[in-house]
Every structure is written in structure tokens, then in C-alpha cells.
């Protein structure tokens, strides 16, 4: 059975690297308000989820992840406006590069021997 094949698009800005792992993590943060929640959904603690953020809110002229600390209120996180862009223009992207590379992809495919599945 031939694998299925893909693409993986990762962009590198200089120190950062940008990619599904990042975006991801971005899009877990949108969707539970929760640095260590999107962190555990993503099988990682929530030192690196927090490392990351701090990563790319460094690497942005604005942040794109905001925090409050816990409390009687409790805390949370949210996706800032830029963040929120960054997630589309990599979704964007990737949707592109899948389109643009899919022809050369199946090419590729044709090419190669059956591999089985792993057990």
C-alpha cells in the first residue's frame, strides 16, 4: 500500500520558525482560552505551550497571544488580532501550497515502491 502523502510548510523568519505546531497550538489557545488546556490537547507541557508563546510574541510587533494570571476570577488566554491573522495567512498558505505541489505529490507517489504499514 502506498502512504499517504502531504505537504508540510514551515516558514522561517530568521530565529523563528513558523509552522503547524505553532499554528496549532495558536488555533487550541483560540478555541479553549487556555494556554496549559491547548498545551495538553497538543500532548506538551504547559512550560513549552508558554515558551512558544513567549516565542513567537517576541517575534511579532505585536503579541499574539494575551494572558491573565489565575485567581479568584481564575485566568485564561486569548488570541489577539494578530494572532488571529497569523493563523489565516498560514492556513492560506498551506491551502495554496497543497494545491500548487498536489500534481508533483501524485508524480512522486507513482514512483514509489509499497510500503507496509507500520504495526
Known amino acids: 500500500m502506498k502512504p499517504q502523502l502531504h505537504t508540510l510548510l514551515r516558514f522561517y523568519f530568521g530565529p523563528l520558525k513558523l509552522g503547524p505546531g505553532k499554528v496549532q497550538l495558536l488555533e487550541l489557545i483560540r478555541d479553549t482560552g487556555s494556554i496549559s ?44 488580532e494578530a494572532g488571529l491573522a497569523v493563523i489565516a495567512a498560514y492556513r492560506t498558505a ?25 504495526k
Request: avoid cysteine; charged fraction near 15%; glycine fraction near 10%.
Open 37 to 80: 488546556a491547548a498545551g495538553r490537547a497538543m500532548q506538551m507541557s504547559y512550560k513549552r505551550a508558554w515558551m512558544l508563546v513567549e516565542e513567537m510574541n517576541a517575534a511579532f510587533t505585536t503579541p499574539l497571544v494575551t494572558s491573565a494570571r489565575g485567581g479568584a476570577k481564575g485566568g485564561g488566554a486569548g488570541v489577539t
Open 94 to 118: 498551506e491551502a495554496a501550497s497543497a494545491k500548487a505541489t498536489a500534481p508533483h505529490i501524485a508524480a512522486l507517489q507513482t514512483l514509489l515502491s509499497d510500503i507496509p504499514e507500520p
